[in-house]
């Protein structure tokens, strides 16, 4: 039996290899480390979510932009958002109707009302309008032979479609009537463009 003197074996920190780590890296370098790591982490979230939220907000736009537009032409027609959110708005409510009448079936000219009782909107839209010097394109809501004024239809080029978001509450009218006349009138001429009913 052999006498000699074994040293014991010291506890130690390991590698996975089985090989000692390093033994002395000091708390001070360990807590500067993972400091570093949270700062760069934070960092590359703050320089992701910029752009991200960026293209974000710009799609949301061009989609709201191009769908109004796309439906009638929004910029053609200077409508201001406010009107394309309300043609945008009854377009997407589940008893939205479309009235339409044929003004000339050689050109396939039409006006089309665009109305839902549920949001208690219309919005007229008019293909093929020749453009007026001294008079406009006037709406009204017939309703027992009385009339209300709810909008107008400004025609920028001969021929081209025009719309507008009517005023007033659709679901008392009868009769949606567009005629032609001053911008001060009272009530409807005789110059009758077109009559949807209700």
């Known amino acids: 039996m052999s006498n000699e003197n074994h040293a014991p074996l010291q ?4 590698t996975k290899s089985g090989k000692s780590a390093p033994s002395q890296v000091s708390e001070t370098d360990w807590k500067q480390h993972k400091a570093k790591r ?3 982490k934070k960092a590359e979230k703050k320089w992701f979510s910029r752009p991200v939220a960026l293209v974000v ?3 949301a736009v061009c989609v709201s932009v191009a769908v109004a537009s796309g439906v009638v032409g929004l910029v053609e027609n200077g409508n201001q958002l406010p009107q394309a959110l309300t043609l945008a708005q009854v377009n997407a409510q589940t008893d939205v109707t479309r009235s ?3 003004l000339d079936t050689i050109d396939n000219e039409t ?3 665009v109305w839902s009782r549920h949001v208690e909107s219309a919005v007229v839209i008019v293909e093929g309008l020749s453009r007026l010097d001294n ?3 006037r709406v009204w809501y017939e309703t027992a032979g009385e009339y209300m004024p709810v909008g107008e ?3 920028t080029h001969d021929g081209s479609e025009v719309w507008a ?14 005629t032609i006349d001053p911008a001060d009138a009272t009530e409807p001429g005789p110059e009758v463009v077109a009559e949807i009913r209700l």
């Open 57 to 59: 907000s710009v799609v």
């Open 111 to 113: 006006a089309t009302l």
């Open 38 to 40: 949270r700062a760069a």
């Open 153 to 155: 239809l400004t025609v």
């Open 165 to 178: 978001a009517l005023s007033g509450d659709v679901r008392s009218a009868q009769t949606v009537v567009i």
């Open 100 to 102: 339409e009448v044929v």
């Open 135 to 137: 008079s406009s394109y």
């Open 11 to 14: 506890d130690g920190p390991t």
